[in-house]
């Protein structure tokens, strides 16, 4: 089963409503939730993520930083509020060994980036083999499929699933039935979902509708 993890962010930003959001979504089909580091001060994202944490929830910390200290940061807010997973960031040999230590998960993302929203850059050869470098120190690997700027995103998921270890989270722009046939043929791990409900693209009203309706489809088999 392909897990959806509900991200509370809109165009890479944290909505401001997001408790309220939660609130009203909580009981949607899905065990994972999460938000990115913007958009909402880090004591708002504290509260929401006690929120998630209260209601039993498995909850994804996004990040999108690059430099190291800041990711440290990022990581250590993870840690003070008992998340269970940091995804989405550049890989750095510190961060996996405080993650570690403190027994979170840890899935940062490979490639060349840029931007915001961030577009992934590279040949498939390049952003598998920056997989394969970052996969034995890191729990999973984050991939921005359909924001990859250099090819066809069907041919480097393709390629990701089969020559990179699992788990794999596919992040972004999931906001079709064609792209969810695709990533149903790929059987990722996981995908992040947050923009699409947002924008209501599937026609089915609430963000919690739409989860069920994403469930739904790919459970029809």
């Avoid at 995804?87 to 961060?95: C, L, N, Q, Y």
């Avoid at 970052?134 to 393709?158: C, E, F, H, M, N």
């Avoid at 699992?166 to 999931?174: E, Q, R």
Wanted: net charge negative; charged share 25%.
């Amino acid at each position: 089963m392909i897990e959806l993890i509900a991200m509370l962010t809109h165009n890479d930003k944290t909505v401001d409503n997001a408790r309220e959001v939660f609130a009203q979504s909580v009981d949607a089909p899905t065990q994972h939730w999460g938000f990115k580091d913007t958009g909402l001060s880090s004591p708002e994202l504290a509260l929401l993520a006690r929120d998630m944490k209260d209601a039993g929830k498995t909850v994804h910390f996004e990040s999108l930083e690059e430099e190291e200290s800041r990711c440290v940061a990022a990581a250590q807010f993870a840690i003070d509020n008992g998340l269970d997973f940091l995804i989405g960031m550049a890989f750095h040999p510190s961060v996996a060994k405080l993650l570690a230590e403190a027994g979170v998960g840890y899935l940062p993302t490979c490639g060349g980036r840029s931007g915001i929203p961030r577009m992934l850059h590279g040949s498939i050869a390049d952003i598998v083999g920056d997989a394969n470098r970052i996969r034995p120190q890191a729990d999973g690997v984050a991939l921005s499929l359909y924001r990859w700027t250099d090819g066809d995103p069907g041919l480097l998921g393709k390629a990701f699933i089969e020559e990179v270890k699992s788990p794999v989270v596919v992040t972004g722009s999931i906001n079709s039935t064609d792209r969810m046939d695709e990533i149903a043929r790929l059987s990722p791990w996981g995908i992040t979902v947050g923009s699409a409900l947002f924008d209501d693209v599937f026609g089915v009203g609430s963000f919690a509708a739409g989860l069920e309706w994403m469930r739904n489809y790919f459970d029809r088999g």
